[in-house]
């Protein structure tokens, strides 16, 4: 299904692997960039709120890496790719390590971050043995 709906789209349609490495930088600096934001009266955003908006931008950052068939063994693995991975990875430690002090996190979130880290790692680790296969 996922290779027939690659098929059906038009090539502009799809952003290239260095379109979604800077749109993973963007949100990196995005949220480092954190301070007043008048829509909550000049203070900070919640850090769940921010933490919501950056995990789906780096899920759809994944998912658009494996509709590029971008899946490490068997597919176009590349450096960008795998940077771009390493980052999310990371992204996903530290939030679990900076926001387990919020009740909410812990109920709600963290699971589902867990399972998202795991499967960015499990990527990771394809993407690793591609290279090792390639070199």
């Given at each position: 299904?996922?290779?027939?709906?690659?098929?059906?789209?038009?090539?502009?349609?799809?952003?290239?692997?260095?379109?979604?490495?800077?749109?993973?930088?963007?949100?990196?600096?995005?949220?480092?960039?954190?301070?007043?934001?008048?829509?909550?009266?000049?203070?900070?955003?919640?850090?769940?709120?921010?933490?919501?908006?950056?995990w789906d931008r780096t899920r759809m950052i994944r998912k658009d890496f494996i509709?590029?068939?971008?899946?490490?063994?068997?597919?176009?693995?590349?450096?960008?790719a795998t940077r771009c991975h390493e980052r999310i990875a990371r992204w996903h430690a530290m939030c679990e390590h900076q926001l387990?002090?919020?009740e909410d996190f812990v109920t709600m979130q963290s699971q589902q971050n867990i399972q998202e880290l795991g499967q960015t790692m499990k990527t990771l680790n394809q993407y690793y043995d591609d290279a090792m296969g390639r070199s």
């Open positions: 299904i996922l290779y027939t709906h690659l098929e059906s789209c038009n090539t502009p349609d799809l952003r290239t692997h260095h379109t979604l490495n800077i749109h993973k930088l963007k949100t990196q600096k995005e949220r480092d960039r954190q301070g007043p934001d008048p829509r909550y009266s000049n203070a900070p955003p919640p850090s769940l709120d921010v933490y919501q908006f950056i509709l590029q068939n971008y899946i490490g063994t068997g597919g176009r693995c590349n450096a960008i387990s002090h919020l």
